[in-house]
């Protein structure tokens, strides 16, 4: 499946583009080009989640202190409860 998208380019670079790319391959050639050089947005966070896994187990005085934090104020046994989120919410 594909779709249209509408570019703006400067004059010069579009009249280098169409001089250079023949027409039944212009769609192939920026596709192309999109693919190698546009981030993959699963793969970098696939690769930063890695990265924080392996920071949490060498320090986990760190990952336990923020743990702390967060909690800081909360009561840890408490459980959601739908209804009173939507007592809550209506006042």
Do not use: W
């Amino acid at each position: 499946m594909t779709t249209q998208v509408l570019i703006h380019l400067p004059i010069g670079l579009a009249r280098r583009f169409r001089n250079a790319i023949p027409v039944g391959q212009r769609s192939a050639f920026v596709c192309k080009l999109l693919e190698d050089n546009l981030p993959n947005v699963d793969e970098y966070m696939h690769e930063r989640a890695l990265q924080a896994e392996a920071f949490d187990r060498a320090n986990p005085e760190e990952v336990s202190e923020l743990d702390t934090s967060l909690m800081n104020g909360l009561d840890p046994n408490e459980t959601f409860d739908t209804a009173k989120l939507i007592a809550l919410c209506q006042k």
